[in-house]
Nanobody, 126 residues
Framework: VQLQASGGGLVQAGGSLRLSCAAS????????MGWFGQAPGKEREFVAA????????YYADSVKGRFTISRDNAKNTVYLQMNSLKPEDTAVYYC????????????????????WGQGTLVTVSS
């Protein structure tokens, strides 16, 4: 599967952005999907994941209550709604696809995901 992330940009603290990740192919609904963020000089970190059906979601503690992951399998797209943004949310955000079924302990490590998009930059100014 090929992934194309978009929707990043410059926003003031407290603002919102919606990231999208479009997937190619007919098997999008067979992947658990995740979002990761990589701040300058730091490692790529888990942000959120969503099950194949979209029923189950999982978030990093740092974004709980502020970010929402969702998916539209008919459109082969996963979204990340980012609200109440903080300067520390500044990062390149990547979407990723995982061939395994989401369990009670979803995959949080980058190496556990099989396919990656190219990333979209989110900059939050103070």
């Amino acid at each position: 599967v090929q992934l194309q992330a978009s929707g990043g940009g410059l926003v003031q603290a407290g603002g919102s952005l919606r990231l999208s990740c479009a997937a190619s192919g007919r098997t999008f609904s067979s992947y658990t999907m995740g979002w990761f963020g990589q701040a300058p000089g730091k490692e790529r970190e888990f942000v959120a994941a969503i099950s194949r059906s979209g029923v189950s979601t999982y978030y990093a503690d740092s974004v709980k209550g502020r970010f929402t992951i969702s998916r539209d399998n008919a459109k082969n797209t996963v979204y990340l709604q980012m609200n109440s943004l903080k300067p520390e949310d500044t990062a390149v955000y990547y979407c990723a696809a995982d061939r395994t079924i989401m369990s009670a302990t979803p995959h949080r490590q980058p190496w556990e995901y099989d396919y990656w998009g190219q990333g979209t930059l989110v900059t939050v100014s103070s």
